[in-house]
């Protein structure tokens, strides 16, 4: 069964610490995504990688970076954290033929920007 | 532009009773259809898809929901809820020829079962 794990699933930090979100997925997977979830909103891509040292940006991506070193982490970076960033935050991983193969999600990373 | 909506935000039923949760979709090219499922403080979830072929798929769990191409809908049902499809659910989206199978998803319709 695929594992998609979040480092963390409660985070408190304060207004323009740099963050790091982590994600790991033990599948080979070569997508990966993350997402930020907002009641009223859904799902909102923030940005995806399709092979290590590759990313694109998705729909939000002001405000946050990627790092994918590893075919298997992909990593969230907050800048310079703002209050507007609380939220819930999902990763996300699939095989290249993605339109086909369901996302395999993480459980989340509640993250709260005092 | 493609968008998916999901016109209820919040539906509320009573156990055993059946339900609707209604998807809709805007696209000039063809797609592929997926509902997903949040357990409270869980991830999502896949409940089911639709790719080709039969236009009504079903899930595990008793679900199901018929792929509409005139209508551009994807409707979720359920014939007899049970307490524990007490859920978020969140209708999606992907491109036929789409980058790496991103997907689009709706705001989420969050069923409440009542015993």
């Known amino acids: 069964d695929v594992k998609v794990t979040q480092s963390s699933r409660y985070l408190v930090k304060r207004t323009g610490e740099k963050v790091f979100l982590e994600c790991v997925q033990d599948m080979d997977h070569e997508n990966m995504f993350w997402y930020r979830q907002d009641p009223g909103l859904g799902l909102r891509l923030i940005y995806f990688?399709?092979?290590?040292?590759?990313?694109e940006k998705g729909d939000i991506p002001e405000g946050y970076s990627v790092s994918r070193e590893k075919k298997e982490r992909f990593s969230l970076i907050l800048e310079s954290a703002s209050t507007n960033q609380t939220s819930m935050y999902l990763c996300a991983s699939s095989p290249p033929e993605g339109q086909l193969q369901p996302q395999h999600f993480g459980d989340g990373t509640r993250l709260s920007i005092l | 532009a493609q968008s998916v909506t999901q016109l209820d935000s919040q539906v509320p039923v009573f156990e055993e009773a059946p339900v609707e949760l209604r998807c809709n979709y805007s696209?000039?090219?063809?797609?592929?259809l997926f509902w997903y499922v949040q357990y409270p403080n869980q991830g999502l979830q896949l409940l089911l898809k639709y790719l080709s072929g039969s236009t009504l798929v079903e899930s595990i769990n008793g679900f199901e929901a018929e792929f509409n191409k005139s209508q551009t809908s994807f409707h979720l049902r359920k014939p007899s809820v049970h307490i524990s499809d007490t859920a978020e659910y969140f209708c999606a989206v992907s491109l036929y020829g789409g980058s790496q199978g991103n997907l689009i998803f709706g705001k989420g319709t969050k069923l409440s079962v009542k015993p």
């Open positions: 696209s000039s090219v063809s797609v592929y």
């Open positions: 990688s399709y092979d290590v040292k590759m990313k």
